[in-house]
């Protein structure tokens, strides 16, 4: 490269959790903690209902820097699950929020039961998708349309990324990264955090421990 060409600017993409009461703390925390390893492509941020600290089901509170009330640009939307997802389905704030924001995201991804919502705000239809699979029941009974995978760690299927149990988070992040930017910074990423990533998307060890058919 000529000393006269600037350096290429690296991607930048800013990566948003949504916090509701009883989320599951690892399904945002792990993730978070993958795009957190890479600061120079990806900036976090979390938004709640009023902008205020929300309780995790474990009991620790994440303190969001955003309401839904407010305006401000996401890549990449992270829904979580939790006891909590059965509230915040029946939300109409939270649900009209996710409906509207999605179209203004370039990828939306549910982890565990956060797929329930996601089915609910119509934005699974005439996708494939999954999700925990001790919950499949009951997830699945959400939206229409839909071809849910009984056998799968993650699906994606164009922008939306769902994903298996709770630290099926980790994995679908990591694949992402791969994505956005290469295989070889997801795998380094896996190699910092000292976590092995499933990169199989259809490897799903759990799914025979529910039965699921």
Not at 63 to 86: E, K, R
Request: one cysteine or more; a negative charge.
């Amino acid at each position: 490269m000529s000393e006269n060409q600037p350096e290429p600017l690296a991607p930048q993409f800013t990566v948003t959790a949504l916090l509701y009461d009883e989320f599951d703390l690892l399904e945002v925390a792990g993730p978070l903690e993958m795009f957190g390893l890479l600061p120079e492509y990806f900036t976090i941020q979390l938004v709640s209902q009023h902008g205020k600290p929300v309780c995790s089901k474990q009991g620790p509170q994440l303190v969001a820097d955003y309401s839904v009330y407010h305006t401000f640009q996401t890549d990449i939307l992270l829904v979580p699950g939790g006891p909590g997802a059965q509230d915040a389905i029946r939300n109409t704030v939270i649900m009209n929020w996710l409906q509207q924001h999605s179209s203004k995201t370039d990828y939306i991804c549910s982890i565990c039961t956060g797929a329930a919502l996601l089915a609910h705000a119509g934005l699974l239809k005439e996708k494939a998708a999954t999700t925990n699979k001790k919950r499949y029941r009951w997830v699945t009974g959400f939206g229409s349309e839909i071809n849910w995978y009984p056998v799968a760690r993650w699906v994606k299927d164009g922008r939306i990324y769902t994903s298996s149990g709770i630290s099926a988070g980790i994995d679908v992040s990591l694949a992402i990264i791969s994505q956005l930017l290469n295989e070889d910074i997801a795998r380094k990423t896996a190699i910092e955090a000292e976590y092995i990533w499933v990169n199989d998307p259809t490897e799903d060890p759990f799914a025979p421990l529910h039965i699921v058919q």
